[in-house]
């Protein structure tokens, strides 16, 4: 599971950067959008609609990232890791988490602070591989 995610993290930090560095006004606009849905399915405390929401999101940062290839690989891997970062986002306080450090990429994203919006976004990565890794050991032990 590390050997999968180290590259979907370090490709999600890539098109943060690229999406703040262009702070092109229409992406922009779609991600608020996507980043007020995940505020809705975490609200909600709706799981399936905050890991579609959260899919949405990746596909709004990916596409504003204006590199086609880029999305390509990232969405390769998502496909990969979906399962994964699912169980990633299974906690009420890890979707808490989550929509915080959207929304702190977001204003990062409308500042042009790319270094900023890359660090969250390789921060939430990171977050859902821990979250993921440490119920799947649980889970483990318990059947053990």
């Not at 709004?60 to 390509?72: D, I, Q, T, V």
Request: net charge positive; charged share 30%.
């Amino acid at each position: 599971m590390n050997a999968i995610f180290d590259p979907r993290i370090a490709l999600h930090g890539l098109a943060a950067r690229r999406m703040a560095e262009r702070r092109d006004a229409a992406s922009l606009a779609r991600m608020r959008m996507c980043v007020e849905r995940l505020g809705e399915a975490a609200a909600a405390d709706d799981h399936t609609a905050y890991v579609e929401a959260s899919y949405r999101t990746t596909r709004a940062m990916c596409e504003g990232s204006g590199n086609p290839f880029l999305m390509r690989l990232v969405f390769l891997l998502s496909n990969q890791t979906l399962r994964y970062a699912a169980l990633g986002l299974s906690t009420t306080k890890r979707r808490q988490q989550s929509l915080k450090g959207w929304r702190r990429m977001l204003r990062a994203m409308d500042r042009g602070d790319a270094e900023e919006a890359q660090a969250v976004a390789e921060q939430l990565g990171r977050e859902s591989r821990e979250t993921a890794v440490r119920l799947l050991k649980d889970a483990q032990a318990e059947r053990a």
